[in-house]
C-alpha cells in the first residue's frame, strides 16, 4: 500500500511540474509572456511535448495582442512620458519573437513572429527627445534642484538614442550646475605640541573626501586644489579641536585579605604532615590613562557666510594596567594573583600617540555625519 500511495504521489508531481514548464499555468493566471518563454523552453528540451505545443500559439497570441493593445493606449494618453511606455512594449513584443526564433519547434508552431525594428528605433528617438526637452526646460529654472534633474532626463536621453543633439554637453553643463563643490579647510588644533599627532587625522579625513563616492553631485576640495582649479565653493566644511585632554590618570588599589585551609606548613616524625592555615594580604592597583576630546564640524554657506550645520563630536581613549604585590604567605594566593604579583608597572603610552587613539571614534562618526548631510543634495 505505501508503495501505490508514494506511485501515486510521484505521478502527481510530475504531471504538477510539467503544467508548471509548458506555460499552462502562466497562461491560466495571465502570465502570457512568461508562458511562451516556458513553453518554448519545454519544446527546446521535448520537441514533441503536446501540451506546449497546444499552449504556445494561444499564449504567443494573446501576448502580442496584449502589447499592441498598451501601445495604443500610450499613443493616446497625456503622459509625458508615454514613449517609454511605448518603447518597453515593442521591446517586449521583439522579446517575444526572438524566443519563438530561438526553437525550430516554435517557429513551425508561431509562424513569422511579428518583430517591430524600426518602431522601437523611432520609439527611442521620440523618448530621447522628450527627456531633453524636460531637460533644457528644467535648466531653464537656474536652480540647483532643477539642474540636478535636468541632469537625470539629458542621461536618460543618451540612454534611449545615444548622442541625441549633443546631449553629452547638456550632461556636463547640468552636473556642474547640479553639484555641491565643499571646500575642507585643514583640521586645526589649538596646541603645537599635538601638530603631528594631528595629521593622522588629517590623512584619514583628506582620504574619504577623495574616494567619497556616495553621492555625484557633491565634491571635496582641499584649500589647495580649490586655489589651483579656481574652484569657487559653495560651502565650507571647517574641523578642529577645540577641546580636549591627553593623559589623565588614575590609580586605584584594592586590598584584599587571603586566607587558604588544609595547607602543608610543617611535617613531624610522629604525625606526618602537619597542615595548618596560611594567611597574605594582597594589593591590587589597577591604573587608567584617560584621553578624550571634541571635534567641531561646521558648515557653512559660501554665499551668504551663514552656518547651516554645526556638530561637537566627542571621542574617549582608555588605557589601563594592572599589577599587585602581597605581604603574607604566597601560598595564599591563587594561580592567577601570582601571575600579577610578578608584574611590574608599564609606562602608557607617549601623548602624541594617545592624541591619535582618541580621534579614532571622533573620525566613525565624523564619516556618518558627513555622509548623512551630503546624502540629501
Same mark, same amino acid.
Request: glycine share 4%.
Given at each position: 500500500?505505501?508503495?501505490?500511495?508514494?506511485?501515486?504521489?510521484?505521478?502527481?508531481?510530475?504531471?504538477? =511540474?510539467?503544467?508548471?514548464?509548458?506555460?499552462?499555468?502562466?497562461?491560466?493566471?495571465?502570465?502570457?509572456?512568461?508562458?511562451?518563454?516556458?513553453?518554448?523552453?519545454?519544446?527546446?528540451?521535448?520537441?514533441? !511535448?503536446?501540451?506546449?505545443?497546444?499552449?504556445?500559439?494561444?499564449?504567443?497570441?494573446?501576448?502580442?495582442?496584449?502589447?499592441?493593445?498598451?501601445?495604443?493606449? #500610450?499613443?493616446?494618453?497625456?503622459?509625458?512620458?508615454?514613449?517609454?511606455? =511605448?518603447?518597453?512594449?515593442?521591446?517586449?513584443?521583439?522579446?517575444?519573437?526572438?524566443?519563438?526564433?530561438?526553437?525550430?519547434?516554435?517557429?513551425?508552431?508561431?509562424? !513569422?513572429?511579428?518583430?517591430?525594428?524600426?518602431?522601437?528605433?523611432?520609439?527611442?528617438?521620440?523618448?530621447?527627445?522628450?527627456?531633453?526637452?524636460?531637460?533644457?526646460?528644467?535648466?531653464?529654472? %537656474? %536652480?540647483?534642484?532643477? #539642474?540636478?534633474?535636468?541632469?537625470?532626463?539629458?542621461?536618460?536621453?543618451?540612454?534611449?538614442?545615444?548622442?541625441?543633439?549633443?546631449?553629452?554637453?547638456?550632461? @556636463?553643463?547640468?552636473?556642474?550646475?547640479?553639484?555641491?563643490?565643499?571646500?575642507?579647510?585643514?583640521?586645526?588644533?589649538?596646541?603645537?605640541?599635538?601638530?603631528?599627532? !594631528?595629521?593622522?587625522?588629517?590623512?584619514?579625513?583628506?582620504?574619504?573626501?577623495?574616494?567619497?563616492?556616495?553621492?555625484?553631485?557633491?565634491?571635496?576640495?582641499?584649500?589647495?586644489?580649490? %586655489?589651483?582649479?579656481?574652484?569657487?565653493? @559653495? /560651502? $565650507?566644511?571647517?574641523?578642529?579641536?577645540?577641546?580636549?585632554?591627553?593623559?589623565?590618570?588614575?590609580?586605584?588599589?584594592?586590598?584584599?585579605?587571603?586566607?587558604?585551609?588544609?595547607?602543608?606548613?610543617?611535617?613531624?616524625? #610522629?604525625?606526618?604532615?602537619?597542615?595548618?592555615?596560611?594567611?597574605?594580604?594582597?594589593?591590587?592597583?589597577?591604573?587608567?590613562?584617560?584621553?578624550?576630546?571634541?571635534?567641531?564640524?561646521? $558648515? =557653512?554657506?559660501?554665499?551668504?557666510?551663514?552656518?547651516?550645520? /554645526?556638530?561637537?563630536?566627542?571621542?574617549?581613549? $582608555?588605557?589601563?594596567?594592572?599589577?599587585?604585590?602581597?605581604?603574607?604567605?604566597?601560598?595564599?594566593?591563587? %594561580? /592567577? /594573583?601570582?601571575?600579577?604579583?610578578?608584574?611590574?608597572?608599564?609606562?602608557?603610552?607617549?601623548?602624541?600617540?594617545?592624541?591619535?587613539?582618541?580621534?579614532?571614534?571622533?573620525?566613525?562618526?565624523?564619516?556618518?555625519? $558627513?555622509?548623512?548631510?551630503? !546624502?540629501?543634495?
Amino acid at each position: 500500500m505505501k508503495t501505490i500511495s508514494r506511485l501515486r504521489y510521484f505521478l502527481y508531481l510530475s504531471i504538477l =511540474i510539467v503544467g508548471c514548464t509548458t506555460g499552462k499555468n502562466a497562461l491560466q493566471k495571465g502570465n502570457y509572456d512568461q508562458s511562451v518563454f516556458k513553453s518554448v523552453d519545454r519544446l527546446k528540451s521535448s520537441p514533441k !511535448n503536446a501540451e506546449a505545443m497546444y499552449v504556445l500559439p494561444i499564449a504567443y497570441d494573446l501576448a502580442l495582442k496584449e502589447h499592441l493593445r498598451k501601445i495604443d493606449e #500610450a499613443k493616446v494618453s497625456s503622459d509625458v512620458l508615454r514613449w517609454e511606455t =511605448i518603447l518597453a512594449h515593442y521591446q517586449k513584443i521583439n522579446q517575444l519573437s526572438d524566443e519563438v526564433n530561438s526553437s525550430p519547434v516554435a517557429l513551425g508552431i508561431v509562424k !513569422n513572429p511579428q518583430k517591430f525594428i524600426n518602431e522601437v528605433e523611432d520609439s527611442k528617438y521620440k523618448a530621447a527627445e522628450v527627456r531633453y526637452t524636460l531637460g533644457e526646460r528644467q535648466m531653464s529654472e %537656474n %536652480n540647483r534642484v532643477s #539642474a540636478k534633474n535636468a541632469y537625470y532626463n539629458f542621461e536618460k536621453a543618451q540612454y534611449f538614442y545615444p548622442g541625441y543633439k549633443e546631449v553629452n554637453k547638456k550632461l @556636463d553643463e547640468a552636473y556642474w550646475a547640479a553639484v555641491v563643490k565643499v571646500v575642507v579647510q585643514p583640521v586645526r588644533v589649538n596646541s603645537s605640541y599635538y601638530q603631528l599627532s !594631528n595629521q593622522y587625522f588629517q590623512d584619514q579625513v583628506s582620504d574619504f573626501m577623495k574616494s567619497y563616492q556616495a553621492n555625484r553631485f557633491v565634491i571635496f576640495y582641499s584649500e589647495q586644489q580649490a %586655489n589651483a582649479q579656481k574652484v569657487t565653493p @559653495d /560651502q $565650507i566644511l571647517r574641523l578642529s579641536f577645540d577641546d580636549f585632554i591627553v593623559g589623565q590618570t588614575y590609580v586605584k588599589e584594592r586590598v584584599e585579605k587571603l586566607k587558604r585551609d588544609s595547607v602543608v606548613i610543617g611535617e613531624t616524625r #610522629a604525625n606526618g604532615k602537619v597542615y595548618g592555615t596560611v594567611r597574605a594580604t594582597l594589593s591590587i592597583f589597577n591604573k587608567q590613562v584617560s584621553s578624550s576630546g571634541l571635534l567641531a564640524m561646521t $558648515i =557653512i554657506d559660501n554665499q551668504s557666510n551663514k552656518i547651516i550645520n /554645526q556638530k561637537r563630536l566627542p571621542g574617549t581613549y $582608555i588605557w589601563e594596567d594592572s599589577w599587585a604585590s602581597y605581604k603574607g604567605d604566597e601560598r595564599a594566593l591563587s %594561580n /592567577q /594573583q601570582l601571575q600579577m604579583t610578578r608584574r611590574r608597572e608599564i609606562m602608557p603610552p607617549a601623548p602624541g600617540a594617545l592624541f591619535v587613539e582618541f580621534t579614532k571614534p571622533i573620525y566613525s562618526q565624523l564619516v556618518n555625519e $558627513i555622509s548623512n548631510f551630503y !546624502n540629501r543634495y
